[in-house]
């Protein structure tokens, strides 16, 4: 990538952070030259702080870094947009997003995460932990019973009934794909080719 540090005065681009998954955008910040090749040799995100008048990793001192997963420059060539998984909250008075968005409106990739994490950190007494030890068939039964009920909200129920049996639907879906190791990011690909 060609970036065009030199078009602003002081050598400092945009760069807005974005959540890979949810596409959410978490933060904008700035960098020079040398807060850009930190941030590539490390794969976290550095910036240069305007008030500190320095280079500043995201994270340094709240441990919420931001690991880059990929890096794409605008047409002009002066603006980067960095998608990246957060270790925790972005914004410094804890909230997830710089922005003071209502909710996250990708909230599902935020389920799946939490799923993910229920599996490595399995807590006594919840749900998924509950429904892991009755096993594939118990989880896939779940997602059939599931399907049957949007059917019968669809066909007879309010918009409420029906609103609720599909989010049940769609946890019980993701759940059973945690299951079998298959990422949303794999659904949405295949999704993809077979529009193309």
Known sequence: M?????????GLIPVIIQDHQTLEVLMLGYMNQEAYDKTQAEKI?????????RLWTKGET??????????????????????????????????RSCFATEHNQNFIFELENIIRDRYENPQEGSYINKMRQKGLNKIAQKVGEEGVEIVIAALAE???????????????????????????????????????
């Not at 060609?2 to 002081?10: G, N, Y």
């Not at 947009?81 to 925790?88: E, V």
């Not at 599909?166 to 794909?177: E, G, M, P, R, T």
């Open 158 to 196: 309010t918009e409420f009934d029906l609103v609720n049996e599909a989010s049940d639907l769609v946890f019980h879906l993701l759940f059973l794909l945690r299951e079998k190791n298959i990422s949303l990011e794999k659904i949405a690909k295949n999704l993809e080719s077979r529009h193309k």
């Open 45 to 53: 995100v550095t910036f240069f702080s305007r008030s500190k008048n």
């Open 62 to 95: 709240s441990g919420n870094f931001l690991h880059v997963k990929e890096v794409y420059l605008d047409c002009d060539q002066d603006t980067i947009l960095i998608k990246a998984k957060a270790d925790g909250p972005t914004c410094h008075t804890g909230s």
């Open 2 to 10: 060609e970036i065009d540090f030199k078009k602003s005065a002081d």
